[in-house]
């Protein structure tokens, strides 16, 4: 079921790029996100609550500070291997950029990658390699290869917070958090944005406390089992 999700919603993504002649690529890209969201969560599976809002919230805080870490990262890497840092987009984001960004492309990837494709490889290679193979799955539709190393280095993050806590999402709050600052702070960040060394010890910490939440509130009290009584033997010891 996953790798089939996995492959209709790259099938919507390339119907977007296809329409947008018609549509102008905000609109081609809102129309295949809107469309996958829908697609995943009417076949999302029933399953436990929603994690607590005070776990998302401090995920999402985590996301929005981690900005300058994860490009600091990201460029350390990708000088490492010769890449060349992809050319920032100019402009100041527009409200559609907004809600494709911020509002479906989290919920729609974190649905898509860490809820469903994650368990289903963790089910048959492990978790390690799930991890791997998710992260790479998430990086995959970006194309550019700076953009997909930087794709592939958050999807283990945001898988590795999946698995540390079962529920989605803080995944999707931590997502939509970091674009959400790479909109508000510029690429590379110009404004509100802490040093890379700060960002990151923050982070942590923030991602942390969202963890420790979401695993609180999936161990509560389990309901009391009460063994039967004993019977009374008197009446059932055999008579002389």
Do not use: K
């Amino acid at each position: 079921m996953a790798l089939l999700l996995l492959a209709s919603v790259w099938c919507l993504l390339l119907l977007g790029s296809a329409l947008v002649p018609w549509l102008g690529g905000q609109g081609a890209q809102l129309g295949a996100y809107a469309a996958g969201v829908l697609l995943l969560l009417v076949a999302r599976p029933r399953g436990r609550g929603p994690a607590p809002l005070l776990a998302a919230l401090f995920a999402g805080a985590s996301g929005f500070a981690a900005l300058p870490a994860w490009l600091a990262l990201v460029a350390a890497l990708g000088g490492a291997v010769g890449l060349a840092p992809a050319r920032a987009g100019v402009g100041a984001p527009d409200a559609s950029a907004w809600l494709a960004n911020v509002a479906l492309a989290p919920v729609l990837e974190e649905l898509l990658y860490r809820e469903r494709l994650l368990p289903a490889l963790r089910a048959r290679v492990g978790a390690p390699a799930a991890l791997a193979l998710s992260s790479a799955a998430f990086a995959a539709p970006h194309l550019e290869p700076w953009s997909m190393l930087t794709t592939g280095c958050v999807g283990l993050a945001l898988g590795g917070v999946f698995l540390a806590t079962g529920r989605v999402e803080p995944c999707i709050a931590g997502h939509a958090g970091l674009n959400a600052a790479a909109l508000a702070c510029g690429l590379p960040p110009e404004r509100a944005a802490l040093p890379p060394l700060a960002a990151a010890c923050l982070a942590s910490a923030l991602i942390a406390v969202a963890i420790a939440v979401a695993r609180t509130a999936g161990h509560g009290p389990r309901p009391r089992v009460h063994a039967p009584r004993a019977a009374a033997r008197a009446d059932a010891s055999p008579r002389a």
